[in-house]
C-alpha cells in the first residue's frame, strides 16, 4: 500500500490501486477473507489502511451462474475481451426473473461467451449494465469483466451515452419535436404499471422527433418517431409517448385505446404482436479504450412491415 493512502478507509484505498475491481466486491472478498495484509485476513472495510504494509487481494476462479448457457442465436454487433454488443430480438427477455426462468439474453451469452467471461462480482456470467424491454428489439450492450461493468454503469449512470430509439405511435406527438420531463414511478393504481407522477418517482427525460407522420396531415393516424433518451427509467419512452397522447402502436400497456381501423388493419397485416419500439442507436467510449463505439439497428421485420403499410394510407 502506498504512503498516500495511510488513514483511507481500506477498502477505499483498496478500490483505488485496483481500479478493475468494484469496492463492493472488494467488500465481499474481505468478508470472505480473501484480503490479506501481511499474510493476516483484513475482513473490516472501514479500518485504516496501513501506509507501506502489504496487501494481497485473492481470487478465487468465478464460480458457475446460476443460469446455465442456452445455445441460443445472437446477432453479436461486435465483441472483443471487454464487452459483447448484440442486436436483441424482440420476445427475448434480458435477465432470469420469475416467469422467464430461461431462454434470456444472459443465458445465450453465457453459453456464447463461454471461458471468456472472467465473472461479475465473482461469478461467471455478463454485466448487464442496462435493459430492454422483453418485447423492445435492439442494441444492448454487455460486460464480461468486472472492470468494464463497473465502467459502464458509470457511464450509464451519467447519462453519457447515445440511445436513440424508434417507436411507431398512434397518432403523432404535438409539438412535433420536443423534450417530455417528467417524473416516473410505480403507478398509484397497478403497481405492475409505471406512471407519470406528480411527487416521488425519478426524474426521466426523453427528447423526441416525429420523422415522419402517415394519414392526414393535418391529423396524422400514426408516425414514425425518434427518441433520444437522457434518463433511462423504466418504460421511459411507453410512457412518455402515452402521456404526449401518442402510445407506441401495439402496447398492450400503455396504449390506451384502439388505433383508426386503418392502423389496426396495418398492425394486423404486418404480423406485429408487441410495442412497435426499437433500440436503433447505441453510442458510448470503450470502457477500457475510450475509444468512441456506435451502433446501428436497421428495423426489425416486424416493425419494417408495418411502417411500409402505414406509408400507404
Given at each position: 500500500?502506498?504512503?498516500?493512502?495511510?488513514?483511507?478507509r481500506?477498502?477505499?484505498?483498496?478500490?483505488?490501486?485496483?481500479?478493475?475491481?468494484?469496492?463492493?466486491?472488494?467488500?465481499?472478498?474481505?468478508?470472505?477473507?480473501?484480503?490479506?495484509c501481511?499474510?493476516e485476513?483484513?475482513?473490516?472495510?472501514s479500518?485504516?489502511a496501513?501506509?507501506?504494509?502489504?496487501?494481497?487481494?485473492?481470487?478465487?476462479?468465478?464460480?458457475?451462474a446460476?443460469?446455465?448457457?442456452?445455445?441460443?442465436?445472437?446477432?453479436?454487433?461486435?465483441?472483443?475481451?471487454?464487452?459483447?454488443?448484440?442486436?436483441k430480438?424482440?420476445?427475448?427477455?434480458a435477465h432470469?426473473a420469475?416467469?422467464?426462468?430461461?431462454?434470456?439474453?444472459?443465458?445465450?451469452?453465457?453459453?456464447?461467451c463461454?471461458?471468456?467471461?472472467?465473472?461479475i462480482?465473482?461469478?461467471?456470467r455478463p454485466?448487464?449494465?442496462h435493459?430492454l424491454?422483453?418485447?423492445?428489439?435492439?442494441?444492448?450492450?454487455a460486460?464480461?469483466?468486472?472492470?468494464a461493468?463497473?465502467?459502464?454503469?458509470?457511464?450509464?449512470?451519467?447519462?453519457?451515452?447515445?440511445?436513440?430509439?424508434i417507436?411507431?405511435?398512434r397518432?403523432?406527438?404535438?409539438?412535433?419535436?420536443?423534450?417530455?420531463?417528467?417524473l416516473?414511478?410505480?403507478?398509484?393504481?397497478?403497481?405492475?404499471?409505471?406512471?407519470?407522477?406528480?411527487s416521488?418517482g425519478?426524474?426521466?427525460?426523453?427528447?423526441?422527433?416525429?420523422?415522419r407522420v402517415f394519414?392526414?396531415?393535418?391529423?396524422?393516424?400514426?408516425?414514425?418517431?425518434?427518441?433520444?433518451?437522457?434518463t433511462?427509467?423504466?418504460?421511459q419512452?411507453?410512457?412518455?409517448?402515452?402521456s404526449?397522447?401518442?402510445?407506441?402502436?401495439?402496447?398492450?400497456?400503455?396504449?390506451?385505446?384502439?388505433?383508426?381501423?386503418?392502423?389496426?388493419?396495418a398492425?394486423?397485416?404486418?404480423g406485429?404482436?408487441?410495442q412497435?419500439?426499437?433500440?436503433?442507436?447505441?453510442?458510448?467510449?470503450?470502457?477500457?479504450?475510450?475509444?468512441?463505439?456506435?451502433?446501428?439497428?436497421?428495423?426489425?421485420?416486424?416493425?419494417?412491415?408495418?411502417?411500409?403499410?402505414?406509408?400507404?394510407?
Amino acid at each position: 500500500m502506498s504512503p498516500e493512502a495511510a488513514g483511507e478507509r481500506l477498502d477505499k484505498a483498496l478500490a483505488a490501486a485496483l481500479p478493475e475491481m468494484s469496492r463492493a466486491r472488494l467488500q465481499a472478498l474481505m468478508a470472505e477473507g480473501m484480503v490479506l495484509c501481511e499474510g493476516e485476513p483484513a475482513r473490516d472495510n472501514s479500518a485504516k489502511a496501513k501506509g507501506g504494509a502489504t496487501y494481497v487481494v485473492l481470487i478465487a476462479p468465478p464460480v458457475p451462474a446460476e443460469p446455465q448457457g442456452q445455445a441460443i442465436p445472437l446477432t453479436i454487433l461486435y465483441e472483443d475481451d471487454q464487452i459483447v454488443v448484440v442486436d436483441k430480438p424482440a420476445g427475448m427477455a434480458a435477465h432470469p426473473a420469475p416467469g422467464t426462468p430461461d431462454g434470456t439474453l444472459v443465458n445465450a451469452l453465457i453459453h456464447h461467451c463461454g471461458a471468456s467471461l472472467s465473472g461479475i462480482g465473482g461469478v461467471a456470467r455478463p454485466g448487464i449494465v442496462h435493459r430492454l424491454d422483453k418485447d423492445t428489439s435492439g442494441v444492448m450492450v454487455a460486460a464480461k469483466t468486472d472492470a468494464a461493468h463497473k465502467a459502464l454503469s458509470k457511464r450509464f449512470a451519467a447519462h453519457d451515452i447515445e440511445r436513440v430509439y424508434i417507436a411507431l405511435t398512434r397518432g403523432a406527438p404535438e409539438p412535433q419535436k420536443g423534450t417530455v420531463t417528467t417524473l416516473i414511478g410505480r403507478s398509484l393504481h397497478d403497481r405492475k404499471k409505471m406512471a407519470v407522477l406528480k411527487s416521488g418517482g425519478r426524474e426521466a427525460v426523453t427528447h423526441y422527433r416525429v420523422e415522419r407522420v402517415f394519414g392526414p396531415e393535418a391529423r396524422p393516424t400514426a408516425a414514425r418517431v425518434a427518441c433520444t433518451l437522457e434518463t433511462g427509467r423504466t418504460h421511459q419512452i411507453r410512457v412518455h409517448m402515452a402521456s404526449k397522447g401518442a402510445p407506441c402502436l401495439g402496447d398492450p400497456t400503455y396504449g390506451s385505446g384502439p388505433p383508426a381501423e386503418p392502423v389496426r388493419k396495418a398492425i394486423a397485416a404486418s404480423g406485429l404482436e408487441r410495442q412497435a419500439l426499437h433500440a436503433a442507436v447505441l453510442g458510448f467510449d470503450h470502457p477500457t479504450t475510450g475509444a468512441p463505439l456506435r451502433f446501428e439497428s436497421p428495423l426489425p421485420a416486424d416493425m419494417a412491415a408495418l411502417e411500409a403499410l402505414l406509408g400507404k394510407l
